[in-house]
Antibody, heavy 118, light 106 residues
Framework: EVQLVESGGGLMQPGGSLRLSCAASGFTFSHYWMHWVRQAPGKGLVWVSR???????SYADSVKGRFTISRDNAKNILYLQMNSLRGEDTAMYYCARVKDYGLPLDYWGQGTLVTVSA | SYELTQPPSVSVSPGQTATIPCSGD??????VTWYQQKPGQAPVVVLYQDTKRPSGIPERFSGSNSGNTATLTISGTQAMDEADYYCQAWDSSAVVFGGGTKVTVL
């Protein structure tokens, strides 16, 4: 059974840092592209970042230079290092997998909540 | 940057047809995925590559994509279909979501 389990969320002050993790199981993690998608309370889905199976990365403009996506294929874990946090980063953060470009994000975790507030 | 536009809400009576449009520049040249999200849950794929249904998704969900508009159609809408629906496409190396449409079954 495919499982994606996020962790690492919490309450942070503006300007702080946080690292999110997404533990994957039930599939060959290294073969999949992985994404982070966030959803502010009561708002829609917003794409954050992507890392391909070969390690290529891309970011939304809103997080470029502040967030870093990475993966450990030996441990089957996806990460999101979040620096210089802002209030507008407050959201539920989901990890999701996709097999290849153009295909759907077919499995999602249940999310981890990040709250940025003084 | 590429944008996808959806109406904020659609209302439908039980048993009737709900139609949810998603518009974007030359969207018909891209594959569109539709996600259903219920309160407190992660999104679930209901259609991918414009018209394909994953296993377990009822036949009442169908789709089309041409020109600048993709459409999700729910035929014979049931109370359980009440949810937020998001269209999604790929643009270069990024994923783009529509703003979401809340479907209310009255």
């Amino acid at each position: 059974e495919v499982q994606l389990v996020e962790s690492g969320g919490g309450l942070m002050q503006p300007g702080g840092s946080l690292r999110l993790s997404c533990a994957a199981s039930g599939f060959t993690f290294s073969h999949y592209w992985m994404h982070w998608v966030r959803q502010a309370p009561g708002k829609g889905l917003v794409w954050v970042s992507r890392i391909d199976s070969d390690g290529s990365r891309s970011y939304a403009d809103s997080v470029k230079g502040r967030f870093t996506i990475s993966r450990d294929n030996a441990k089957n874990i996806l990460y999101l290092q979040m620096n210089s946090l802002r209030g507008e980063d407050t959201a539920m953060y989901y990890c999701a997998r996709v097999k290849d470009y153009g295909l759907p994000l077919d499995y999602w975790g249940q999310g981890t909540l990040v709250t940025v507030s003084a | 940057s590429y944008e996808l536009t959806q109406p904020p809400s659609v209302s439908v009576s039980p048993g009737q047809t709900a139609t949810i449009p998603c518009s974007g520049d030359e969207l018909g040249d891209k594959y569109v995925t539709w996600y259903q999200q219920k309160p407190g849950q992660a999104p679930v794929v209901v259609l991918y590559q414009d018209t394909k249904r994953p296993s377990g998704i009822p036949e009442r969900f169908s789709g089309s994509n041409s020109g600048n508009t993709a459409t999700l159609t729910i035929s014979g809408t049931q109370a359980m279909d009440e949810a937020d629906y998001y269209c999604q496409a790929w643009d270069s190396s990024a994923v783009v979501f529509g703003g979401g449409t809340k479907v209310t079954v009255l």
